[in-house]
């Protein structure tokens, strides 16, 4: 996950390697209770990856209100990717 807040490019090191297949995989999907559209864009996606990609379990990330230090916020994030094996955080236009 990319966080706006980063430093910058120093240190970064090169996303992981595409997966092969979704199936078996745990795919999590963040949430805003702020944005609705996307909320149900997200339940019904989470369906559809058990279904047809395999995807065994689905867990769902709100991150709450965003007011705090970056330390706090990238905790909050640390906590829900620690046991994923891919993550959706957004729509990319």
Do not use: C, N
Request: hydrophobic letters at 40%; proline letters at 8%; aromatic letters at 6%.
């Amino acid at each position: 996950m990319l966080d706006p807040t980063a430093r910058g490019p120093a240190g970064i090191s090169a996303p992981p390697a595409r997966l092969p297949s979704l199936r078996g995989k745990v795919l999590g999907l963040r949430v805003d209770h702020t944005w609705q559209s996307y909320s149900r864009f997200a339940a019904r996606f989470a369906a559809l990856a058990r279904e047809r990609a395999g995807v065994s379990r689905t867990p769902l990330f709100d991150p709450g209100i965003r007011i705090g230090t970056t330390e706090e916020e990238r905790r909050k994030v640390a906590g829900f990717v620690r046991d994923l094996d891919a993550a959706i955080v957004g729509l990319g236009t």
